[in-house]
């Protein structure tokens, strides 16, 4: 059940998108500026800048200047902890979520 008043609903909203959840693993082997994360990832400097945009407004990443560079790092406090949860449950379940019936479904349904 969903409420509005439910913002654990939202960490989820931002982590479901596959170029933020990339940034932020990108971001996990070191800090870098939005050049080297669009080398890191494979995307377009635009695309990198608009969600990381989102990070920072939701507190995913923090920015700090380096002369004319923005250094990007990730919230070491609350998202390093639970992207790190989240690899920890892919590996020990990883084949079991490959194989269940309902994200099959979803998979079929988002790549029409």
Avoid: W
């Amino acid at each position: 059940m969903q409420s509005e008043n439910n913002t654990n609903v939202f960490i989820f909203k931002v982590l479901s998108n596959e170029v933020r959840l990339a940034i932020i693993e990108a971001l996990l082997k070191k800090p870098m500026n939005v050049n080297e994360i669009c080398e890191e990832i494979n995307e377009e400097q635009p695309r990198v800048s608009h969600e990381l945009r989102c990070l920072a407004v939701c507190g995913f990443v923090y920015s700090e200047r380096e002369g004319k560079r923005i250094i990007y790092e990730p919230n070491k406090d609350t998202i390093t902890p639970i992207i790190e949860a989240a690899n920890k449950h892919a590996r020990i379940f990883g084949s079991k979520m490959r194989g269940c019936e309902m994200l099959s479904d979803i998979r079929k349904m988002t790549s029409r």
